[in-house]
């Protein structure tokens, strides 16, 4: 077996399915697989921990820089204020520069075109990184900080510390926020395999084309999950017709399921027992390793 | 002043656009001069569930940059790879390498280069539409596939909406942000006048529902919530109605799953006018009624003109 073969999971649309299918696939691969990982990287809605019903343990910060300006020092030239592209640095020539901190992303031009070397470098918390154990399986999650507008940073950090581990494992499967911007990319960027989860709505696949869009652009295998399969009102052949706009298919079905749905409020699937629901996600696993 | 009123979820799929669709065409129906914002600009959908609509004008957004290297004089020494805080440059075969999806165009590695061969380049953030519809004006972002600076296509998106009508002092605009809590979402909050949150009855939904609200209230906006789905999972209606209460946030009511919801949309019918009477329709207007009655008690709606 090929080592740390990494699977994406995403799908454009919010709640289409992409966390609970990204857990329990983790759960079902870890009866093919030794070791599993799976990387939480919807830093803004982190919830696996919940699907999982898993107690999380704070495994570090995740920083980004800050200026701090020593006052005393500063000539009060306003080049800072000037080249600061988030206009978080103001004030005029011959004021003290103010920094409006919810603006500043951190980029550092500040620190690197002060005159006077008087801007030093402070380190702002913007997220915090979680790790949960569950026999074979092990789970990395990230979460931005409410107020903070850097989530492809937070994004970034989480897949770069998950990555680190790769060689441990067999599987990684990686679970993406919603969306089709630079936050996917990053996170999906070491996927070997993307599974695109979405659901039988006009919503889901205009969403759903915008992913393949981006995965094309990626170059990145990408199979479709519809989940929901045969929901009430839903309409599947918008679907099986964007699977083959984009030279793709749908390789796996999920049906409409209260039981699933039961699973999902009780939130603690690595405990689930319910043979029907994990049947559906052994089966989707075994698919997915066919497909590698 | 235009009413503003953002409409959150923090995590997807929760009924954001179901709802915001709704307040459009209720706002409008009531002759207000409204507009409906998509701030979801990653995958915006306000106007699939509005029926779809007459595109009247595409703007391309052209306010995002990205450093180019000139590698005839590059002489590898890395330093930019270093000083980008955002790991946009990469260590590719021996050359500084731009991964352009995470490169913010900041300047801090051109500032950096001791050969002075780091330029930017404009590159296009992504797409304004505007969309004709029979309930009123859409407007819409569309970042470019991969791009970074959702924030700053939804500022624009924002500022381009209040002119679409001249910015009478009456009109409405209802924002629906993308789901989560990062810079896409904050630009979609700043500066509006009330925020819906809508949950599922679920942990997760109200964990994620926390988070946004930790948001809301740095910007000390008027916050009320939507129980979407309520009946799904009736246990955690209650927890989610003791924070609620606990928080001083107007629930402003609980919507049925109903499966009028997504035929509407199967339909490209808005929900009122393809099942008005039906049980999530009528939820949906008792909503509105709640929500212009907190919207008056706040002295807002007068900004509405009403």
Redesign the interface.
């Known amino acids: 077996m090929r080592r740390h073969v990494v699977i994406g999971v995403s799908g454009?649309?919010?709640?289409?399915g992409k966390?609970t299918v990204a857990v329990n696939l983790a759960i079902s691969l870890t009866r093919y697989a030794n070791r599993v990982l799976l990387v939480d990287s919807?830093?803004?809605?982190p919830?696996d921990h919940?699907?999982l019903g898993l107690e999380r343990m704070k495994i570090g910060d995740i920083e980004?820089?800050r200026p701090r300006i020593i006052e005393e020092k500063c000539i009060k030239c306003s080049r800072c204020v000037d080249?600061c592209?988030e206009h978080a640095l103001v004030g005029l020539p011959g004021q003290l520069p103010v920094l409006m901190g919810?603006l500043c992303?951190?980029?550092?031009?500040c620190f690197?075109?002060c005159p006077m070397k008087v801007i030093i470098e402070d380190r702002v918390s913007i997220g915090s990184l979680y790790e949960m154990v569950h026999e074979n399986l092990k789970v990395i999650q990230g979460e931005?900080n409410?107020?903070f507008?850097?989530?492809?940073?937070v994004t970034?950090?989480t897949i770069?510390v998950a990555m680190k581990l790769r060689d441990e494992f067999d599987y990684i499967v990686i679970d993406t926020?919603?969306?089709?911007?630079?936050?996917?990319?990053?996170a999906l960027s070491p996927a070997d395999l993307v599974l695109a989860v979405t659901e039988p709505?006009?919503?889901g696949a205009?969403?759903l084309s915008?992913l393949l869009?981006?995965m094309r652009?990626?170059e990145k295998k990408t199979y479709i999950v519809l989940n929901k399969a045969d929901?009430?009102?839903?309409?599947k052949d918008l679907i099986y017709d964007v699977a083959e706009r984009y030279n793709t298919s749908v390789i796996f079905e999920i049906p409409y399921s209260e039981q699933i749905?039961q699973v999902?409020?009780r939130?603690h699937m690595v405990k689930t027992g319910d043979d029907g629901v994990r049947k559906i996600f052994d089966d989707l696993a075994r698919k997915v390793l066919d497909f590698l | 002043m235009p009413l503003q009123i953002v409409v959150v979820s923090g995590k997807g799929g929760t009924g954001k656009t179901t709802l915001s669709s709704s307040l459009v065409y209720l706002f409008g129906a009531q002759k207000f001069p409204t507009v409906g914002i998509d701030a979801d600009v990653e995958a915006p959908d306000l106007i699939l569930a509005l029926g779809g609509g007459k595109l009247i004008n595409v703007e391309e957004i052209y306010e995002s940059s990205i450093a180019t290297i000139d590698y005839m004089r590059c002489t590898k020494c890395m330093e930019c790879i270093n000083a980008c805080q955002f790991r946009a440059i990469r260590n590719l075969k021996g050359y500084p390498d731009i991964i352009y999806e995470l490169c913010e165009g900041c300047g801090t590695c051109a500032i950096v280069c001791p050969e002075k061969v780091i330029s930017f380049k404009r590159i296009m953030t992504g797409r304004i539409e505007v969309y004709q519809t029979r309930y009123g004006y859409i407007v819409t972002g569309r970042l470019e596939l991969g791009r970074r600076n959702s924030g700053l296509l939804v500022d624009i998106v924002r500022n381009k909406a209040r002119t679409i009508l001249g910015n009478p002092d009456n009109q409405v605009l209802i924002i629906d942000a993308a789901p989560g809590i990062g810079c896409p979402v904050i630009s979609s909050i700043v500066g509006t006048d009330y925020a819906i949150i809508v949950s599922e009855p679920t942990e997760s939904s109200l964990n994620s529902a926390r988070r946004v609200f930790e948001l809301i209230k740095h910007f000390n906006i008027p916050t009320g919530l939507v129980i979407n789905k309520y009946d799904i999972n009736e246990s955690f209606v209650k927890i989610i109605e003791n924070w609620v209460g606990n928080n001083g946030i107007d629930l402003l009511g609980k919507i049925p799953f109903d499966r009028a919801v997504p035929e509407s949309y199967a339909s490209m019918i808005p929900l009122l006018e393809f099942a008005r009477n039906s049980s999530a329709g009528q939820a949906v207007l008792r909503i509105y009624e709640v929500l212009l009655e907190k919207l008056k008690a706040l002295g807002k709606l007068s900004k509405g003109g009403m």
């Open positions: 454009g649309k919010g709640g289409s966390s919807d830093v803004e809605s919830v919940i699907l980004a820089f080249n592209p919810e992303s951190g980029c550092k031009v690197y075109v931005l409410p107020g507008r850097q989530y492809v940073n970034v950090d770069d926020a919603p969306g089709t911007g630079a936050s996917i990319y990053a709505t006009p919503l205009n969403d915008m869009g981006l652009k990626m929901m009430p009102g839903g309409k749905m999902y409020f939130g």
